[in-house]
């Protein structure tokens, strides 16, 4: 069974840095491209950052230049500088070629 685990959220001050991990079991991790997702409270869930298997990255708008998503064999990481309290979301891990989601972790970003 293919479980995703988010780690790595909690409080954190407008100005400051967050990095959260996503850990991966029962499927061979370094194979898939993979992204981070966020859902602020009362909005749909958007797209934050993609990594292919090769490390090639994409970012969306709103976290370019601030948010930078890497991989290792074992984890995917999202580090978050310069954070706004829009910013304050749900953060969660996806494998799209498994159609496989995490529980998400709280990041939230007070003024």
């Known amino acids: 069974q293919v479980q995703l685990v988010e780690s790595g959220g909690g409080l954190v001050q407008a100005g400051g840095s967050l990095r959260l991990s996503c850990a991966a079991s029962?499927?061979?991790?370094?194979?898939?491209?993979m992204a981070w997702y966020r859902q602020a409270p009362g909005k749909q869930r958007e797209l934050v950052a993609t990594?292919?298997?090769?490390?090639s990255t994409n970012y969306g708008d709103s976290v370019k230049g601030r948010f930078t998503i890497s991989r290792d064999n074992v984890k995917m990481y999202l580090q978050m500088n310069n954070v706004k309290p829009e910013d304050t979301a749900v953060y969660y891990c996806?494998?799209?070629?498994?159609?496989?989601w995490g529980r998400g972790t709280l990041v939230t970003v007070s003024p």
């Open positions: 029962g499927i061979i991790f370094s194979l898939y491209s």
């Open positions: 996806h494998i799209p070629g498994a159609g496989v």
């Open positions: 990594i292919t298997s090769s490390g």
